[in-house]
């Protein structure tokens, strides 16, 4: 199985201790085992899966996308709060999320005033494509 990980994903392990990796680790194996074993979410946050596991003795979600058979997206890990809430706003940041296909370009530093939402290409590390999409503007 192929695993991907976010910007946001790495940087939410990096904060994480030795124990807590090798707990993240055996949660990450366990998804790539069996893909259909989060639950999925339904509305905004539709076409992810979230996996509940314990980090620390505590409960920590692990959100990911299925992009295909042999390919899994790891977007997020922490604790409950807030996390709903952080993750809705991943894609809202054009955090690299594959299955959406659209960027806001003021996300990446490039203002908004007549700019539209444009279809991505994706590559293994994400999203690009958007840059040369709209070279001509």
Same mark, same amino acid.
């Given at each position: 199985?192929r695993?991907l990980?976010?910007?946001?994903? &790495?940087?939410?392990? =990096?904060?994480l201790?030795r124990?807590? =990796?090798?707990? !993240?680790? *055996? #949660?990450? =194996?366990?998804?790539?085992?069996?893909? &259909?074993?989060? &639950?999925? =979410?339904?509305g905004?946050?539709?076409?992810?899966?979230v996996?509940k596991f314990r980090?620390?003795?505590?409960?920590?979600?692990l959100?990911?996308r299925?992009?295909d058979e042999?390919t899994?997206? !790891? !977007?997020?890990?922490?604790?409950h &709060?807030?996390?709903?809430r952080?993750?809705?706003r991943l894609?809202?940041?054009?955090d #690299?999320?594959?299955?959406t296909g659209r960027?806001?370009p003021s996300?990446?530093?490039?203002p908004?005033?007549?700019w539209a939402?444009a279809?991505?290409?994706?590559?293994p590390t994400?999203? #690009?494509g958007?840059r040369? *999409?709209?070279?001509s503007v």
């Amino acid at each position: 199985m192929r695993i991907l990980v976010t910007p946001t994903f &790495e940087r939410a392990v =990096k904060k994480l201790h030795r124990q807590q =990796k090798a707990e !993240l680790d *055996a #949660a990450v =194996k366990a998804v790539a085992n069996d893909a &259909e074993i989060g &639950e999925a =979410k339904v509305g905004d946050l539709a076409g992810i899966r979230v996996f509940k596991f314990r980090l620390a003795n505590q409960l920590c979600l692990l959100s990911y996308r299925v992009i295909d058979e042999g390919t899994i997206k !790891l !977007l997020t890990v922490g604790p409950h &709060e807030n996390f709903y809430r952080d993750l809705k706003r991943l894609d809202h940041r054009g955090d #690299a999320w594959p299955l959406t296909g659209r960027v806001r370009p003021s996300c990446r530093g490039i203002p908004v005033a007549g700019w539209a939402l444009a279809p991505l290409a994706t590559t293994p590390t994400g999203v #690009a494509g958007w840059r040369s *999409a709209h070279a001509s503007v």
